[in-house]
């Protein structure tokens, strides 16, 4: 089992910036994945970014030059600084964490945080 425990997020004005932490804890994989998920209310929750151990990373097209994803693989955490924030970057954010064995692979959730950016 793998605990992730996420802080930062909060209400912020358009134009604002604001950064989320996670930190995982338990069973954690020599080689794994950790991002964030956004999920706006009515919608889906869709990959915002995400990021290796080896520090690979991939972002969603509309957050691309605002936010960056980073971790900490000694301290086994990720961050989401999130700048230039718009109001279509209101939503749940949610740590993800997903181990990369050969086989037998787990993926876990975060309890989510809210970020709200006001017009």
């Known amino acids: 089992q793998v605990q992730l425990v996420e802080s930062g997020g909060g209400l912020v004005q358009a134009g604002g910036s604001l950064r989320l932490s996670c930190a995982a804890s338990?069973?954690?994989?020599?080689?794994?994945?950790m991002g964030w998920y956004r999920q706006a209310p009515g919608k889906q929750r869709d990959l915002v970014a995400t990021i290796t151990n080896g520090g690979t990373t991939n972002y969603k097209d509309s957050v691309k030059g605002r936010f960056t994803i980073s971790r900490d693989n000694a301290d086994n955490t990720v961050y989401l600084q999130m700048n230039s924030l718009k109001p279509e970057d209101t939503g749940v954010y949610y740590c993800y964490y997903k181990t990369l064995r050969l086989y037998n692979n787990y993926e876990y959730w975060g309890q989510g945080t809210q970020v709200t950016v006001s017009s």
């Open positions: 338990g069973s954690i994989s020599s080689r794994d994945i």
